[in-house]
């Protein structure tokens, strides 16, 4: 799974149901996805976007390729200030707010991969997480391909993916692999940010709200 920002907690099935997760780093950066950016509340009906300040990449750059530019912190600490919610979260001295405000000269997947593990701790959820873009994976390889060659890379005999993902892999290229393809089931639960939920909600509430929802099927 792509490294995500503060992603919904329905993300965080994937912790639940497997005894590795793959941060899938190794692919081109999807501009008008969810790596850096995700919706948080600016009033009780409104939603706007909370982005990472990312420096300038190519239009091909990889997700793994993402930087910070140098005065990244600076502008997160300017953006949290039209969100209510991230504004009184560190005016309480939420440990949480300080998290986000890590950022250091780290590539930009180690900073997401770094804070979904700390929010698997949070969660209760931690599991081994490996990112794809250190395994040395032929970059010829494409789609299930890949995906299939970092599972054996792994040594892993299933391959869990949101429901989102039937339409991408095939059972029986899996199954040739000797690789069992599974899918969780569409997520029940509410679809904000895990960030919002967390500064609203006990975190072993959502734990077993997310337990609840980890449904395989094939």
Partial sequence: MQPYFVPYAGYFRLFAAADVVVMFDCVQF??????HRNRL??????????????GKAAREARISELTFPPDARARMEARMQRFPILVQARKNGTPLIDRLLQIANDPVAEYLAGLIDDLTRMLGLERTM????TLGISAELRAQDRVIAIAQRLGAT?????SGGRALYDHATFAGAGIDL???TPYGGAMESILARLLAE???VLK????????LEP
């Avoid at 299933?158 to 949101?162: I, K, P, T, W």
């Fill in 158 to 162: 299933r391959y869990v993916n949101l």
């Fill in 202 to 204: 006990e975190a072993p």
């Fill in 208 to 215: 077993e709200e997310i337990l609840r929802e980890t449904i």
């Fill in 182 to 184: 599974a899918f969780l």
């Fill in 30 to 35: 999807p501009r008008h996805g969810w790596v």
């Fill in 41 to 54: 509340p600016i009033s009780s009906d409104a939603t706007d976007w909370f982005t990472l300040p990312l």
């Fill in 130 to 133: 490996v990112r794809s873009s």
